[in-house]
């Protein structure tokens, strides 16, 4: 799928965000090796310590449905940019190569391209036993 396929997905997940207390919704497009997509997006809590980020949502749908082989993910949002937080990118650094794609995008015509190896360089992962 094309960085701008995918965007009009994640751009439509934004609508489907619970975000009461930030008003920054966010939405995510995720794509697997084999081309089925998940989507997410941010869903807040009360107590804020609960809030899941729109990536994480869509990660945890597909491998709660047996996809673990993923290619890129676009994130974007109703007020511009959304970088992925410091939790969401060791969270996809648990499940994805140094080549998987994370797009970032304040519209169609601004669609920004990082690498997992780019956005958390000498990341963290320890080997299952
Ligand atoms: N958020 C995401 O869902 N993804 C990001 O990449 C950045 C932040 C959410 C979490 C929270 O609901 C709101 O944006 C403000 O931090």
């Not at 701008?4 to 939405?27: D, H, N, Q, W």
């Not at 709660?64 to 060791?90: L, N, V």
Request: charged residues 25%; contains cysteine.
């Amino acid at each position: 799928m094309t960085d701008r396929e995918l965007y009009v997905i994640a751009k439509e997940m934004t609508k489907r965000s619970y975000a009461p207390f930030s008003k920054f919704c966010v939405g995510a497009a995720l794509e697997c090796k084999d081309g089925t997509i998940f989507t997410g997006c941010n869903v807040e809590n009360s107590s804020f310590g609960g809030t899941i980020c729109a990536e994480r949502v869509a990660m945890t749908k597909a491998i709660s449905e047996g996809y673990h082989d993923f290619k890129q993910i676009m994130i974007t949002s109703s007020g511009g940019e959304a970088w992925p937080c410091g939790i969401c990118r060791q969270f996809m650094k648990e499940f994805c190569d140094d080549d998987f794609i994370i797009y970032t995008a304040a519209d169609i015509d601004h669609i920004r391209k990082y690498t997992m190896d780019e956005i958390l360089p000498e990341g963290f992962r320890m080997e299952a036993k």
